[in-house]
Structures are given as structure tokens and as C-alpha cells.
Nanobody, 119 residues
Framework: QVQLVESGGGSVQAGGSLRLSCAASGRIYCMGWFRQALRKEREKIAHISPGGSYTYVDDSVKGRFSISRDNAANIMYLQMNQLKPEDTAMYYC???????????????WGQGTQVTVSS
């Protein structure tokens, strides 16, 4: 059984930084981060390949956010710098037992962690 637990969310002023963590258990391959702002659809912002060599970061956060993973510890990270008020959302860790990391068809989800950025 795959379990994902996020941590690291919180409130920060614009321009600040946060690092989200996702602790994983079970057999997973691709991992990613999604976010959903109030009254908006969930969007994928990043994913990382099983070995960590290949990453994708959405244009909306490229240059400010980075994704990484420590497979020895089974933890994935999202480093968020230069945060903006529009980054305010619930952030979700996701994973799938597949070698194809593209798309949004992730079948394992964490409970989410709130990120709030004030101006």
C-alpha cells in the first residue's frame, strides 16, 4: 500500500521561500507535485523520474521552484523560492507505479499541505 505524507507548508511573505517534503512508502516510480488554489482547477507543477535524473517544472513556476528526491530516504522535495501571492494553494504530493511521468494520471495522493503567500 502506497502512502504519501506532505509537510512543510505554511504562511510566508511574498519573496520568501518554503520547502515542501513528501515522505513515501510503498513501491512507486514517478512522483509529482500538484496544487489547487481556491475556486481553481488542480494543476500539475512538477514531476520527477524514478531515479531523479529527469524533472519537469511548469512554466508558471520555472526558475523559482525545483523538484528533487532522495530515494534512499523515500522523500521528495519541492523547493519554492521567490514566492508570490498567486502561489497560494493547497499543494499535493502524488505518485504512480509507472515509468511514464507525464500527464496527470497519478493514482496515489497525499493529504495536501497549505501554502499561503501574503503580499
Amino acid at each position: 500500500q502506497v502512502q504519501l505524507v506532505e509537510s512543510g507548508g505554511g504562511s510566508v511573505q511574498a519573496g520568501g521561500s518554503l520547502r515542501l517534503s513528501c515522505a513515501a512508502s510503498g513501491r512507486i516510480y514517478c512522483m509529482g507535485w500538484f496544487r489547487q488554489a481556491l475556486r481553481k482547477e488542480r494543476e500539475k507543477i512538477a514531476h520527477i523520474s524514478p531515479g531523479g535524473s529527469y524533472t519537469y517544472v511548469d512554466d508558471s513556476v520555472k526558475g523559482r521552484f525545483s523538484i528533487s528526491r532522495d530515494n534512499a530516504a523515500n522523500i521528495m522535495y519541492l523547493q519554492m523560492n521567490q514566492l508570490k501571492p498567486e502561489d497560494t494553494a493547497m499543494y499535493y504530493c502524488a505518485a504512480k507505479s509507472s515509468l511514464s511521468c507525464g500527464g496527470s494520471d497519478y493514482n496515489f495522493w497525499g493529504q495536501g499541505t497549505q501554502v499561503t503567500v501574503s503580499s
